[in-house]
Structure formats: structure tokens, C-alpha cells
């Protein structure tokens, strides 16, 4: 319920807003964004998070396919109707692990990836002790 009220406010906000500023308003901020976007810098981070997308975009649905092949494999095997059901709850149980930990290394593949780029510190020609003494005076 607070999702619809909080979606509601936000479209109703969303529209009033947009009228006072008019179609005028709008170009202008598309025209700077569009601006930004196209920037070098912008577009080479856009670049590195789409192929770092396309490296990581099969690890998960395969993980989901080997799940759901082990879990339909132990459904149709031999046995009584128990223990059919028994080995489907126990397989679907071992393969949910499995698709929660490939999902878990895919989320600290990417922290650590965008961790590195963060991490690393921009030259700008100061010293260490300049760069502080700078930061402490500011």
C-alpha cells in the first residue's frame, strides 16, 4: 500500500512540476544532460559497466538452468512417490544454495570491481602531505 501512495505523490509531484516548468524548461535540461551523457569520461564508465554486465549476465541463468535440470531430474526418478518428493525437496534445497552463492560471487565481483575503480587515487601532482594539509584546511 505505501508503495501505490509513495508512486501516486510521486507522479502527482512529477506532473505538477513539469507543467510550471513548461516544455522550455525540459529541453534545456535534456539539452545539458544529453551534454553530460555524451561526455568522454561519462561514456568510457558506461562502456567498462556494460561489458562487465555482458561477463557476468550468463553466470546467473545458468545457474538457474543447472538448478532447474537437477530439481526436474530428481522429480522423474525412480522410486516411490515419497521418495521422489523427498529427493525433489533436498535437490531444490542443494541447488537454491548453488544459485544463491553464484549470485553472491557475481554481487562481490562487481563491489570489488567498482571498489578498485574508487579506490585508486587521482594524481594531482601534490604530495601526500600537501594533499592532507590541503583537506585539513579546507
Not at 30 to 36: M, N
Not at 41 to 55: C, I, L, N, R, T
Amino acid at each position: 500500500m505505501k508503495g501505490k501512495i509513495g508512486l501516486v505523490v510521486g507522479l502527482g509531484a512529477g506532473y505538477v512540476l513539469g507543467t510550471r516548468a513548461g516544455r522550455e524548461r525540459y529541453e534545456q535540461i535534456k539539452k545539458q544532460w544529453l551534454k553530460v551523457w555524451h561526455l568522454d569520461p561519462v561514456q568510457a564508465q558506461v562502456s567498462k559497466v556494460q561489458d562487465f554486465a555482458k561477463a557476468q549476465a550468463a553466470a546467473v541463468p545458468q545457474a538457474l538452468w543447472n538448478a532447474g535440470v537437477k530439481v526436474v531430474k530428481a522429480a522423474t526418478s525412480n522410486g516411490t512417490p515419497g521418495q521422489r518428493v523427498d529427493s525433489t525437496i533436498a535437490t531444490g534445497k542443494a541447488a537454491a544454495e548453488d544459485v544463491k552463492t553464484v549470485v553472491a560471487e557475481t554481487v562481490e565481483a562487481a563491489e570489488k570491481k567498482t571498489a578498485a575503480k574508487t579506490a585508486a587515487p587521482k594524481s594531482t601532482g601534490k604530495s601526500a602531505g600537501a594533499q592532507g594539509a590541503a583537506r585539513d584546511g579546507d
